[in-house]
Nanobody, 121 residues
């Protein structure tokens, strides 16, 4: 079983910055892709950014140039640096991790509990 613990959300003014973290623990054999998604009230969950084990990244058009995803493989942790935040970035942010677990290297697809990000003056 793999657990994800998120941290770093909060209230910030427009133009401000926040950094989200998501640490994975448990029976992890390997981690492949890690990513962040968000869900605003009344809207569907959407992809924000992903990063592969090799460091290749993808971003939603709405966050390109403002958000940066990174990972620390030694700590099984993924980060999301969010700069120049806008009110429309307000949402619950979820991390997602894909990998394989001990002992049989079964694939897993785990989600964090979500952390609220509110951008408001």
């Amino acid at each position: 079983q793999v657990q994800l613990v998120e941290s770093g959300g909060g209230l910030v003014q427009p133009g401000g910055s926040l950094r989200l973290s998501c640490a994975a623990s448990g029976r992890i054999f390997s981690i492949n892709a890690m990513g962040w998604y968000r869900q605003a009230p009344g809207k569907e969950r959407e992809l924000v950014a992903t990063i592969t084990s090799g460091g290749a990244t993808t971003y939603a058009d709405s966050v390109k140039g403002r958000f940066t995803i990174s990972r620390d493989n030694a700590k099984n942790t993924v980060y999301l640096q969010m700069d120049s935040l806008k009110p429309e970035d307000t949402a619950v942010y979820y991390c997602n991790v894909l990998g394989s677990s001990w002992p049989r290297r079964n694939p897993f697809d785990s989600w964090g509990q979500g952390t609220q990000v509110t951008v408001s003056s």
